[in-house]
């Protein structure tokens, strides 16, 4: 008798073997099992040589069977297509069934339906590989993308539970897998927000669906139509979620700051909600909890509730966020010149020690250095109050000069101690010529005397203002030469944080080509020949242009719109040159990044006007030098070129008015 098999099975067991087969049971009893040791069969039926020896009952317990191993995501899909074959050839079979017997059908009027007739009602849906609903979206870039031709459409939605792009076959599995996988790769050029390890695409349309739709907007940048779509998608889930729903989450914070960070892709100036939408992740962070140390009572037993029982990688994760979330806000709205609600603490520098020490990613360790930058543009700010958000009193000449070299000295300091390899990264070289530019941006902001007789002894006309006005476009220049010296590669990686400190840079060039700077020991026909503004902007328009000549075709064309500002700004240039009355109400310059649009626009429209009533003079006396030019109105020209951000460029039509020198 074979040991193996129970001696004395009950009549249950017998019966069960009679239905389910012969048990099979464990090829060693429990004693040999808890000893680890071999289990020998005896020469006893029933008995291993150890139980035999040790007088232990041989006890052989029945072999569980292996867990089946979860269904990945593609083998759903080929089982639902397996299905859908079936119901489609069950389909097929019965209209054919219907229309060789018609007579059949019409006799019988009181038959009840069949048990087809649930399929035929969800065939009828399949018909239409997207619901009708998305069908009807219209874009408002432009009509040429409210048609969804070469949209990516499967034969069939995935039905699930997620109701995503990836269920309504706005995109594939493997699609979203590749958007993860080069959304990974971006990560040193914005290592605030990463993909949390071992999290695969079904646990992150789970656990982070806006997190996801997101990241697959901005990797959908190569196909501009596709990027427009997810788009709204992404604008549509974020209103219901926060407005319909008032849900608050990390989720949404990530995805809101994937959105800005490379917001350029998505740039409209009559539909723009940068600062809105930083301000909004920045209260959501604070409402949140994960503005302070879990343990600080002043966050809240709720918010203490809901981080208790995070994990240390999750713990790093939130803070890692909470960083991003202050590094843009600030950006952004110190770019804006508008209040930021997200004030420096000394939690944000705990984070980023602990970040670095903990070194879960690579690119942790260069964290605290993006924040100290910040940080000390932030005092800056503070400190001169640019944007006159804080409204203080005016500094005197000595306060001046003592912050401008504290500010100075430490960002030498910064350029000293810094790691060799932090200085590899693109983003970190042009933030510390930004930083040159902002500490002696103070120059600009004097404020002339109204008394004559001050004018010896006000700082307005002091050889240290010169001085700071001089190092100021100093900066600017050497911030223009570094820019231009970047490569396609570089350039393609570059986030809005990047394009805020560039066109900072050319707004500040401009103030100096224009001579809003107003120097009294230096003459401004001086410092505008040395700006050289005409120069730089056909550099930048160059730069651009060979930026888009590696572009793919169909891909997102904002190159093309920066590549527009340059070549619009020129002209805006040239006509100031002709005619350099200041604008009404400007007496300093203007470094909003928003407000370059009507500032330029103002310019254009008196100069408009005042080319027309020229014309029509020489009109008048028979001349023909204006023959063939077209007058249109300024504020309308500017108008259809910087608000259709989203039109498609001719790469034919775009050249340089005049060579480089």
Not at 71 to 82: D, I, L, P
Not at 328 to 355: F, H, V, W
Not at 475 to 483: E, T
Not at 644 to 661: E, G, H, R, Y
């Amino acid at each position: 008798m074979d040991f193996m098999s129970d001696p004395a099975p009950s009549m249950s067991e017998e019966a069960a073997s009679t239905i389910s087969g012969k048990r099979r049971l464990r090829r060693s009893c429990e004693s040999c099992r808890s000893s680890k040791g071999k289990c020998v069969p005896s020469e006893q039926s029933g008995q291993c040589q150890r139980c035999v020896k040790e007088g232990h009952q041989c006890i052989f317990l029945e072999a569980k069977p292996r867990p089946k191993r979860a269904k990945n995501s593609r083998t759903r899909v080929a089982e639902m297509e397996e299905k859908l074959d079936g119901l489609m050839a069950l389909l097929a079979s019965r209209q054919t069934g219907n229309e060789a017997s018609p007579s059949e059908s019409s006799s019988t009027p009181s038959q009840p339906p069949t048990a087809v007739s649930p399929p035929e009602t969800e065939l009828q849906i399949f018909n239409h590989p997207i619901s009708s609903s998305v069908s009807s979206i219209s874009f408002s870039r432009s009509d040429d993308f409210r048609s969804q031709q070469s949209m990516p459409v499967f034969s069939f939605p995935n039905f699930d539970q997620f109701n995503d792009v990836i269920s309504k076959g706005i995109v594939s599995v493997t699609q979203a897998e590749k958007s993860i996988r080069y959304f990974q790769s971006k990560a040193p050029y914005f290592p605030f927000i990463l993909v949390p390890p071992k999290m695969g695409l079904d646990a992150f349309r789970r656990e982070r669906p806006f997190f996801l739709l997101s990241i697959l907007s901005f990797a959908a940048h190569h196909n501009e139509k596709l990027q427009l779509r997810l788009e709204l998608e992404l604008r549509e889930s974020l209103s219901k979620r926060v407005i319909v729903n008032c849900e608050k989450s990390l989720d949404l914070i990530q995805g809101v700051l994937v959105y800005l960070g490379w917001y350029h892709f998505y740039f409209e100036p009559d539909r723009e909600q940068i600062y809105q939408l930083s301000q909004m992740a920045a209260a959501m962070a604070v409402d949140l909890g994960i503005h302070k140390p879990a343990s600080d009572p002043a966050s809240g037993s709720r918010a203490l509730k809901a981080r208790l029982f995070l994990l240390d990688s999750e713990d790093l994760e939130v803070q890692r966020t909470f960083l991003g979330c202050y590094f843009l806000t600030s950006t952004i709205c110190q770019g804006l010149r508008k209040p930021n609600s997200l004030k420096y603490c000394d939690y944000m520098g705990t984070c980023a020690e602990t970040l670095a020490r903990a070194a879960v990613n690579e690119t942790d360790y260069v964290l605290q250095y993006h924040i100290r930058f910040q940080r000390l543009a932030e005092e800056i700010e503070n400190a001169f109050d640019y944007s006159q958000n804080l409204k203080l009193p005016q500094l005197d000449v000595s306060r001046i000069e003592i912050l401008l070299k504290s500010f100075e000295q430490q960002l030498n300091q910064f350029e000293v101690t810094f790691p060799t390899h932090v200085w590899n990264s693109p983003s970190m070289t042009m933030k510390f010529y930004h930083l040159r530019i902002y500490i002696n941006e103070i120059g600009l902001h004097a404020v002339k005397p109204s008394d004559v007789s001050t004018m010896s002894t006000s700082w307005y006309y002091s050889t240290t203002r010169n001085d700071i006005l001089l190092r100021c476009l100093q900066n600017i220049k050497d911030f223009m030469d570094r820019y231009l010296l970047l490569t396609t590669t570089d350039l393609s990686n570059l986030t809005l944080t990047d394009y805020i400190s560039l066109v900072y840079a050319v707004l500040g060039l401009g103030a100096f080509a224009t001579g809003a700077n107003d120097a009294q020991i230096t003459s401004n026909e001086s410092m505008k020949a040395s700006a050289n503004l005409a120069y730089y902007l056909d550099a930048l328009s160059a730069q651009s242009l060979q930026l888009l000549a590696v572009s793919e075709p169909g891909s997102n064309n904002f190159v093309s719109h920066i590549y527009d500002l340059f070549q619009q700004s020129k002209i805006w240039y040239n006509q100031v040159l002709r005619d350099p009355a200041p604008i009404e109400g400007r007496e300093c310059p203007n470094f909003s990044f928003m407000e370059i649009i009507p500032t330029i626009m103002a310019r254009c429209v008196d100069f408009s006007v005042t080319f027309a009533s020229v014309e029509s003079e020489v009109s008048g006396e028979g001349g023909e030098g204006l023959e063939g030019l077209e007058v249109v109105r300024g504020d309308e020209q500017w108008s259809e070129m910087l608000s259709s951000w989203a039109a498609s460029q001719d790469l034919s039509n775009m050249v340089l008015d005049t060579p480089l020198v």
